[in-house]
T-cell receptor, first 113, second 113 residues
Framework: DTGVSQNPRHKITKRGQNVTFRCDPI?????LYWYRQTLGQGPEFLTY????????KSRLLSDRFSAERPKGSFSTLEIQRTEQGDSAMYLC???????????FGPGTRLTVL | AQSVSQHNHHVILSEAASLELGCNYS??????LFWYVQYPGQHLQLLLK??????LVKGIKGFEAEFIKSKFSFNLRKPSVQWSDTAEYFC???????????FGAGTRLFVKA
């Protein structure tokens, strides 16, 4: 399968703990996106990478959130000191160029107790 | 700021009924438009896209959408739905070929067999 993969698929954590998610995009895609999706809503943009450069961060991404794409391939999203409001599905997508169709991974569902 | 509005949050149809899901967006310039679908237990996947040219675009599984620039709309249609079309449908707009794609809140379609 050469699609976008995400790990883990589910994460349950206690409030205040740190969590890290990983995304492996389609290999020939140099654009990578992170979204957050809550119940009854569409995906909300969090951040965007072109190769290893993080070019844009949404104001939704507080200081507790950080994303990296160190070698322009896989990416990680870390949430520090998790809060109950962080509970959501975190989606990763990749594309060949901006404005083009994005290919989504299965998501990581985070539950903060 | 870009925004996307999907008129119906839930739609219930019987098999063979016709489907039209409304989508309106706000953006003053050139847009790329998408419909994504999420089947139960699966990840988001592209249903169809519009970049330019013929405003009537055809996608997979018999779906089509019409871009009406004067109405800022991109409605999704299917002449005869099947039980397997039960899914959540998301309209998305990308302004000017930039990196940011904005998603609507989604429409949950349930098709009764």
């Amino acid at each position: 399968d050469t699609g976008v993969s995400q790990n883990p698929r589910h994460k349950i954590t206690k409030r205040g703990q740190n969590v890290t998610f990983r995304c492996d995009p389609i290999s020939e895609h140099n654009r990578l996106y992170w979204y957050r999706q809550t119940l009854g809503q569409g995906p909300e943009f969090l951040t965007y990478f072109q190769n290893e450069a993080q070019l844009e961060k949404s104001r939704l991404l507080s200081d507790r959130f950080s994303a990296e794409r160190p070698k322009g391939s896989f990416s990680t999203l870390e949430i520090q000191r998790t809060e109950q409001g962080d509970s959501a599905m975190y989606l990763c997508a990749s594309s060949q160029a901006p404005g083009r169709p994005q290919y989504f991974g299965p998501g990581t569902r985070l539950t903060v107790l | 700021a870009q925004s996307v509005s999907q008129h119906n949050h839930h739609v219930i149809l019987s098999e063979a009924a016709s489907l039209e899901l409304g989508c309106n967006y706000s953006y003053g310039g050139t847009v790329n438009l998408f419909w994504y679908v999420q089947y139960p237990g699966q990840h988001l996947q592209l249903l169809l896209k519009y970049f330019s040219g013929d405003p009537l675009v055809k996608g997979i599984k018999g779906f089509e959408a019409e871009f009406i620039k004067s109405k800022f709309s991109f409605n999704l249609r299917k002449p005869s739905v099947q039980w397997s079309d039960t899914a959540e449908y998301f309209c998305a707009v990308n302004g000017g070929g930039g990196f940011k794609t904005i998603f609507g809140a989604g429409t949950r379609l349930f098709v009764k067999a």
